[in-house]
């Protein structure tokens, strides 16, 4: 972990201490999952596990360039880590598709399988990345990443993605069918990792999303799957000091605890600042 503290992810919360699943990088760009406690009261580090626990693959594989962090999901006293697998292009960047990591401790994780659970197909022709898994009333929903085009632009290839919908009966193999719930609005060019909550009243859902630079987008839903944008509603009281999150607010990761709702987000230069921690004013 040289570098970056991306995407986080909370899993836990006990005694007003955050278990926070993050992205870092290695001394060759490779992206690696692993844990760090988070104190609520003070916002501050407390503690930063010594080893990954979703590791990039082995040569060849989707993610033998990064593993990156994207939800959990708790089945009993199963726990699942679903991440984003990071393989280098050629005539474009990158390759994403997405993969899982099992645990039942909730320490070790293993990976189900050496290829993704989710990737490239006729209905996502270009990337899929980022899922937001909830199981709900029986059925496991993905609100995941997903590649529209890319374009060659003067300073090389440039890539499109929104937020689209999927289903699944078992939380692995799962059906699509395009279904679009974040969709560009003028002069946006990627919507990312999507946070999904289901409250009593509706789902909410929190992204990424840019044009010129990352900001944090809004949107509700009365069934998860026709949403309302309302990006004017996230607004952020501001910190200081400010420079970490100055060029961008992106990643959100949305979490209650002890009746208050929390954002953990990343700043500028896609985590390479590290994360933050906001609350909510009611």
């Not at 503290?5 to 990088?25: E, I, K, M």
């Not at 994403?96 to 197909?121: T, W």
């Not at 944090?216 to 999150?245: C, H, N």
Request: charged share 25%; proline share 5%; with cysteine.
């Amino acid at each position: 972990m040289r570098t970056h503290a991306a995407l986080p992810v909370v899993t836990s919360v006990r005694d007003g201490h955050a278990r926070v699943l993050v992205g870092g990088r290695d001394d060759a760009g490779r992206g690696q999952t692993g844990f760090v406690e988070l104190s609520l009261r003070d916002a501050r580090v407390t503690a930063v596990m010594s080893e990954p626990v979703v590791r990039f693959g082995e040569l060849g594989t989707f993610d033998d360039r990064g593993a990156l962090p994207s939800c959990v999901l708790e089945i009993g006293s199963r726990s699942l880590i679903y991440y984003t697998g990071v393989m280098l292009g050629q005539t474009v960047p990158f390759y994403y598709a997405v993969g899982v990591a099992a645990s039942d401790d909730g320490e070790r994780f293993e990976k189900i399988s050496q290829a993704p659970i989710l990737d490239r197909n006729a209905v996502d022709p270009y990337l899929v990345a980022s899922p937001c898994v909830l199981h709900d009333e029986g059925r496991y929903r993905m609100w995941y990443m997903s590649g529209t085009r890319w374009t060659m632009e003067s300073d090389g290839p440039k890539h499109y993605y929104h937020i689209r919908y999927a289903e699944s009966s078992d939380g692995v193999s799962w059906n699509r069918d395009g279904r679009v719930c974040i969709d560009f609005k003028p002069g946006e060019y990627a919507i990312a990792r999507p946070s999904v909550v289901r409250d009593p009243d509706r789902y909410r859902m929190w992204f990424p999303y840019r044009g010129d630079r990352y900001k944090i987008g809004y949107a509700e839903s009365i069934d998860g799957l026709v949403w309302q944008r309302m990006d004017e509603l996230v607004t952020f009281a501001p910190t200081k000091p400010a420079a970490w999150e100055s060029d961008m607010q992106c990643y959100p990761w949305i979490f209650d605890a002890d009746g208050e709702r929390y954002m953990a987000y990343n700043g500028n230069a896609y985590g390479l600042t590290g994360f933050g921690l906001a609350r909510l004013e009611r």
